[in-house]
């Protein structure tokens, strides 16, 4: 009979039948690339990410009351980003020293292309706003991200740092070594205590030397500069001179000269007093009652959490040992929900098939065929997590769920086979005619049903899984 098989069918059920091994070795290698997929290849997120459409241009404007910081910066802003193309809404948000223009383009659209147009603009858009020196910043554009929120949050204490100090290490030192992580896109800081020079002005020393605050401002401007004051030249050689007045110190700005009148140089010391130490606390960050300062981790959106959480905490002890009495202790660890979804997700995943086969068996009352749909609906679940990589999907929420759903279509696939296999079988035909006949009957109206499952199912997948 199989020698019939091999010289006349042209089928894909005849084919598997003259080739059992070569069926067996795809099934083996489906399994194995699907195991390797996941532990190596797909990112595993709690919730799935969709690029976000949302571009916002910050402008710092301190000094300025809200209705000034309307009229002057948000408005203006406004009015340059209505020349771009496929922007939906245009928001806009002005507070007293604040103004955020955040525009909301079309889902799918070109982002990075996007970011680029706005910041054209933006520059453009800077020769309309008033221009002071004192308290105007340059506007800067950034995306907003709000699906792609820190998966790890670190307290930072210090026995025996200066709290100051703690903070300007952390800032500046722990950021920088965090973000060589792999996988890591942004890490900032929040809350401690940040250091400030705080130049405290006696009035009455003022109005005795005929100043005013801005004749303060005006000075601290002019002097706090690095730059070049030319070059020397001498034989075959030449010297480049720099002038650094930069405020290092409390003491070193002491020393800058505010006016000169009728021979006399009035300087910094004269009308004030200079202090070198923590700012105004406006923000605090606390972690069980003991005051800390907070590093958030943020990864790529094509990252998975686990292994990026693992990565940065690697790091961290690193730091810990090359710094005696620095401390991190975990506040937020997305890896644990991470890991908890993804393990109950799989026992899941697991139970349903097994249930499924115990299902069969008391109503097929044949082992045969619970061992053969047993074997193809993990195996078709294999090969669909293996599809995951080259179609940028990750291990989430959303994609676990429709696996789910699909074993429910896969067991009813393979029990429709089965039946006319069966069918097959009470009319006469031989195991291999009728696992041949039965198979090729029903495969038109099962691949129907099944691509109807898919429509119905892709759809989560697609806006739930795409990285």
């Known amino acids: 009979m199989i020698e019939y098989v091999r010289e006349t069918e042209r089928s894909i059920a005849a084919w598997a039948l003259r080739n059992p091994y070569a069926i067996f070795a795809a099934f083996f290698a489906i399994v194995i690339g699907a195991i390797a997929a996941v532990?190596?290849?797909?990112?595993?997120?709690?919730?799935?990410?969709?690029?976000?459409?949302l571009i916002s241009v910050i402008t710092m404007t301190p000094g300025y009351s809200p209705q000034e910081v309307a009229t002057y910066f948000t408005k203006p802003i406004e009015e340059r980003m209505t020349d771009l193309q496929g922007v939906r809404y245009i928001r806009s948000y002005s507070q007293q020293g604040l103004s955020i223009v955040t525009?909301?383009?079309?889902?799918?659209?070109?982002?990075?292309?996007?970011?680029?147009d706005v910041q054209q603009l933006t520059q453009q858009a800077q020769a309309d706003l008033p221009y002071d020196r004192a308290n105007l910043k340059p506007s800067y554009v950034v995306p907003v991200d709000p699906l792609n929120t820190p998966v790890?949050?670190?307290?930072?204490?210090?026995n025996g740092w200066d709290p100051v100090l703690l903070r300007q290490f952390v800032a500046n030192e722990v950021v920088d070594d965090l973000k060589g992580v792999r996988g890591v896109e942004v890490v900032f800081p929040f809350g401690g205590l940040q250091r400030q020079i705080r130049v405290n002005v006696d009035r009455d020393a003022l109005a005795a030397d005929h100043l005013s605050i801005l004749d303060v401002r005006d000075a601290l401007d002019a002097q706090n500069v690095s730059r070049s004051d030319g070059v020397v030249t001498g034989g075959l050689h030449e010297t480049l001179i720099r002038g650094d007045q930069r405020a290092q110190s409390a003491q070193s700005m002491l020393g800058y000269p505010l006016m000169t009148t009728g021979g006399r140089t009035v300087y910094?010391?004269?009308?004030?007093?200079?202090t070198d130490g923590p700012a105004e606390v406006r923000s605090t960050y606390r972690l069980n009652g003991r005051s800390a300062v907070e590093v958030s981790v943020v990864e790529n959106p094509d990252a998975g959490s686990?292994?990026?959480?693992?990565?940065?905490?690697k790091r961290v002890r690193h730091i810990e040992a090359d710094h005696p009495g620095l401390h991190f202790t975990v506040a937020y660890d997305n890896s644990r929900f991470v890991n908890d979804l993804t393990r109950?997700?799989?026992?899941?995943?697991?139970?349903s098939v097994i249930l499924a086969g115990i299902v069969l068996l008391i109503f097929l009352e044949d082992v045969s065929a619970?061992?053969?749909v047993m074997t193809s609906v993990p195996t078709c679940l294999a090969l669909a997590v293996l599809l995951f990589a080259p179609m940028n999907l990750s291990i989430n929420s959303s994609t676990l769920i429709g696996l789910l759903l699909a074993i429910g279509r896969l067991v009813d696939d393979s029990i429709v086979v089965i039946h006319w296999v069966h069918h097959k079988l009470e009319e006469g035909s031989s195991p291999v005619r009728a696992a041949i006949d039965g198979t090729m009957e029903v495969i038109v109206p099962v691949v129907a049903a099944t691509a109807v499952s898919i429509f119905a199912v892709f759809p989560m997948l697609m806006s739930g899984g795409i990285t």
């Open 344 to 351: 109950n997700m799989v026992e899941e995943l697991i139970l």
């Open 152 to 158: 790890l949050e670190l307290a930072v204490t210090g």
């Open 39 to 53: 532990l190596f290849l797909l990112p595993t997120r709690m919730m799935p990410y969709v690029r976000s459409p």
């Open 370 to 372: 619970t061992l053969i």
């Open 103 to 116: 525009l909301q383009f079309h889902y799918g659209a070109n982002m990075q292309r996007a970011l680029v």
């Open 306 to 313: 686990p292994q990026i959480i693992a990565a940065v905490m």
């Open 268 to 274: 910094l010391r004269d009308v004030a007093t200079v």
